[in-house]
């Protein structure tokens, strides 16, 4: 059961797989390196995870954070690796099985816009306004709703499949396994009755996602919905146990939860984990953190055991960290961080900053993209921000194009390209 979901078929590209016992650094491992090569993943160092601007260098990225999430990803591989050693060795090493999830957990993050879900949302809301207008009319139901529930990850499927190298068919042209490991959501958006509460790709990039999902031997349902690959569930887990506990850390880093109450929680993952009180709150909290990591990714992957079958036949539905013993405490951890640190007055007020800059922006790019004659100053926008638009481009295509443009912005580059292009930054050049 487990071959198709472990194709180096290379998603795009019309050559067959590779010959594995032909080559010396396999498919896999290459996937990982033109991730981590790539300029959409060196920008995450720049793109908020759990404060915007952050007062201190400790305090994480979207970089940091991917990097962490592909090593909790790879050690969630070698455990299942040990299980099903037996039977998927004549198709990959291990060291081959740990790349297919580093990899697609290298890159989950990598669509996200500036501001994090923030930033998600103020594209959803600005595309809820706007779509209105009579010059949208054209949009099909599933374009709008692409659009109105603008997703950071069907962003990255995207990024990877389309932007990177957007010269070429496939874009990065990343394997079957590794794209099929990255994808938490694999439905389109216009679903009535979905079964995952995301969409995974948008209709522009539908026949490429479609592409992964037979390759890997999954069937779309009648509303175009595939069963996830069962690797998706290690990369998901991987990101669900990094955000939380490292979101604890992070917040008591920047002053915004009381360290004491992040002990507690740790401990109550895992009792004993944060050492002695002779020893110094940082050293607690990085033992801390650690051992509740390994606790909940081995608590995950005996659950990935106990259900192998039905995620092998793509019945099992829901997160794997919903059913781990340390479920309640790990839940406690996320709604520490949601109601101190992303509720705290200073990330809201950088995310209201950032909020109005990527709205900004949308209007100014969207302006210039649909002008059937472009002003002076829409040409100024076009040149400035290397917009690409082509003649036959549909409405939702140029949407998409101006989309793509403020998502792949980091944050700081975002607000000052806001203030240069509303006018706002003249009064620097005026002094």
Not at 207 to 231: I, K, M, W
Not at 379 to 405: N, S
Request: net charge negative; proline share 4%; charged share 25%.
């Amino acid at each position: 059961m487990w071959q198709p979901f472990l194709s180096s078929k290379r998603i795009g590209s019309s050559k067959p797989a590779a010959d594995r016992s032909q080559i010396s650094r396999s498919e896999f491992h290459k996937d990982y390196d033109r991730i981590i090569f790539s300029s959409a993943f060196r920008r995450l160092s720049e793109k908020t995870q759990v404060v915007p601007f952050p007062k201190s260098d400790y305090t994480r990225q979207r970089l940091t954070h991917s990097l962490e999430v592909s090593c909790v990803g790879r050690s969630l591989a070698t455990s299942i690796y040990d299980l099903v050693r037996q039977e998927i060795e004549k198709y990959v090493s291990q060291g081959d099985f740990e790349a297919i999830v580093a990899a697609a957990c290298l890159a989950h993050d990598i669509g996200n816009p500036p501001f994090g879900h923030f930033g998600e949302k103020a594209i959803q809301d600005w595309a809820a306004s706007n779509l209105t207008q009579p010059c949208f009319q054209e949009l099909t139901s599933a374009e709008r709703r692409d659009l109105t529930h603008f997703e950071g990850n069907a962003q990255s499927f995207r990024v990877l499949t389309r932007l990177q190298m957007s010269n070429r068919r496939g874009g990065m042209r990343l394997t079957a396994a590794t794209l099929g490991a990255l994808v938490k959501y694999p439905r389109p958006s216009d679903v009535e009755q979905p079964l995952l509460k995301k969409h995974g790709f948008f209709q522009d990039d539908a026949e490429l996602f479609q592409e992964v999902f037979e390759t890997a031997g999954r069937t779309a349902d009648e509303y175009g919905q595939f069963a996830r690959h069962p690797l998706a569930l290690l990369s998901e887990a991987a990101d669900d146990i990094c955000y939380a506990i490292i979101d604890l850390e992070d917040g008591c880093k920047a002053g915004l939860i009381p360290v004491a109450e992040a002990l507690d929680i740790l401990e109550n993952l895992s009792t004993g984990c944060t050492g002695s009180e002779s020893m110094p709150d940082s050293d607690r909290l990085s033992m801390g953190r650690a051992m509740s990591i390994n606790v909940l990714a081995n608590q995950c992957a005996e659950v990935f055991q106990t259900h192998m079958n039905s995620i092998l036949d793509g019945s099992f539905i829901g997160p794997l960290i919903k059913q781990v013993p340390a479920a309640e405490p790990y839940s406690e951890a996320k709604k520490v961080a949601v109601r101190q640190v992303f509720n705290s007055e200073r990330v809201l007020e950088l995310e209201a900053a950032g909020y109005r800059a990527i709205q900004g922006l949308l209007d100014i790019l969207t302006s210039a993209a649909l002008a059937e004659s472009p002003s002076s100053y829409d040409q100024h926008v076009g040149k400035l921000t290397k917009l690409r638009i082509e003649e036959d481009m549909t409405a939702y295509q140029k949407l998409l194009a101006c989309t793509d443009k403020v998502s792949g912005m980091t944050d700081r580059y975002c607000i000052e390209l806001y203030r240069k292009l509303s006018g706002h930054a003249l009064e620097s050049y005026l002094k």
